[in-house]
């Protein structure tokens, strides 16, 4: 398998995902830059160990056959997809920041009905398929550091729907779980 596999379903996504930002809502609330820096500081770290990993931690961890690649490649772009999708039911209420939109309202449908935040999910899951054909630490490094990154993103989203939307949000929370339906 060639590897520049792995980079085409990114390209498409960083494609996709710069000509729809254009049609998103004015923001009324915005999170405070300080941390905005602090989750972009941990998901640029995570991607540099995954697209510029140190030489010390380019070990195989475990082996890659044929058959697993081509099973990340395919977690890698189911992940790409559903994080599509996501952002296609968010329609003009999405942003790359934690912010409150101009008539927003709680999506409760397509992915949204299984997860709150499916567009995390579906990047962790396109994560996940990079670090598994990788197989190696500087892999899992970069796993960690963007889920950090979207962790810290989700307290935040979190809060401000919680204070903006109060029981209607609580509600949500009790009825579906954020990242993994039925586990977390």
């Not at 082996?63 to 329609?91: D, V």
């Not at 889920?147 to 204070?163: N, P, Y």
């Not at 029981?167 to 779980?177: L, P």
Request: charged letters at 15%; a positive charge.
């Amino acid at each position: 398998m060639r590897p520049w596999l792995f980079h085409v379903p990114w390209l498409v996504f960083a494609a996709w995902w710069a000509v729809r930002a254009l049609s998103a809502a004015r923001s009324e609330r915005v999170e405070p830059s300080r941390q905005r820096i602090v989750s972009v500081a941990l998901a640029g770290a995570g991607a540099l160990f995954l697209l510029r990993p140190p030489a010390s931690l380019c070990a195989p961890l475990w082996p890659t056959p044929a058959a697993l690649l081509w099973a990340a490649l395919a977690i890698e772009i189911a992940g790409i997809a559903f994080a599509i999708t996501a952002r296609e039911y968010l329609g003009a209420l999405w942003s790359g920041r934690v912010t409150l939109k101009e008539n927003h309202r709680i999506v409760r449908s397509g992915p949204y009905r299984f997860v709150r935040h499916p567009i995390y999910t579906g990047v962790l899951a396109a994560v996940l398929g990079v670090v598994l054909a990788r197989g190696t630490a500087a892999g899992l490094f970069g796993f960690a550091f963007i889920a950090a990154a979207l962790g810290r993103k989700i307290v935040a989203e979190e809060a401000l729907l919680c204070d903006h939307f109060g029981d209607a949000y609580r509600s949500y929370q009790r009825e579906v779980r954020a990242l993994i339906p039925g586990i977390l």
